[in-house]
């Protein structure tokens, strides 16, 4: 298990202003937009504008904070994430285009290069002893609100994340209200 420190991440701002990112993970280390087989990040959202688009990329998003975003999707119409919404899996390659609720939203990202890998993104919310294990080759865990204990571990803080092998398992106890976003990781 490696644990991924949100206090040691840099936030990036947007080319178009229009917000800013910080990566929580990629692969292979150090890899850019151009070269990623996975990247993980949250983007903060300050303003309604379109999403880079990445050919050969599928993409998922969840709300981690703020009042989220309407999505409008080329050839899908619009989708709306929000605290209470499932995660949202799209085609990185199509034109997307977001407005928000309320003032800026921070999300989560994933983004696997097609051929390479393949993700599945899902929230966990739970109060008390709670165990996640890769349902693929490696999984991310990101601490998106609340506190999460780890059995011999300490704590994980808001937005700390853990990246876990496929013979690894997070034994952790939830804070009441705690919320995980996990990133199943598969290679193609």
């Not at 983007?43 to 880079?52: K, L, N």
């Amino acid at each position: 298990m490696q644990r991924l420190l949100a206090r040691d991440r840099r936030e990036t701002p947007w080319k178009n202003g229009g917000g800013t990112t910080t990566e929580v993970a990629t692969f292979p280390p150090g890899s850019s937009l151009d070269d990623f087989a996975w990247r993980v990040s949250m983007a903060r959202v300050e303003r309604a504008g379109p999403f880079s688009r990445f050919a050969g990329v599928d993409r998922s998003i969840a709300l981690v904070e703020g009042q989220g975003m309407t999505l409008a999707i080329a050839g899908r119409g619009q989708v709306a994430v929000e605290a209470t919404t499932p995660p949202f899996a799209f085609p990185g390659d199509v034109e997307v285009d977001a407005s928000l609720v309320a003032g800026s939203s921070l999300d989560l990202n994933v983004m696997t290069r097609r051929g390479s890998f393949r993700h599945l993104l899902s929230r966990v919310s739970a109060t008390g002893a709670v165990r996640i294990a890769p349902l693929g080759t490696i999984a991310l865990v990101v601490v998106a609100r609340g506190a999460v204990r780890v059995a011999g571990e300490g704590a994980l803080e808001l937005r700390d994340a853990v990246l876990l092998e496929a013979d690894e398992a997070l034994d952790a106890v939830f804070d009441a209200g705690a919320v995980c976003l996990v990133v199943d990781l598969w290679r193609w």
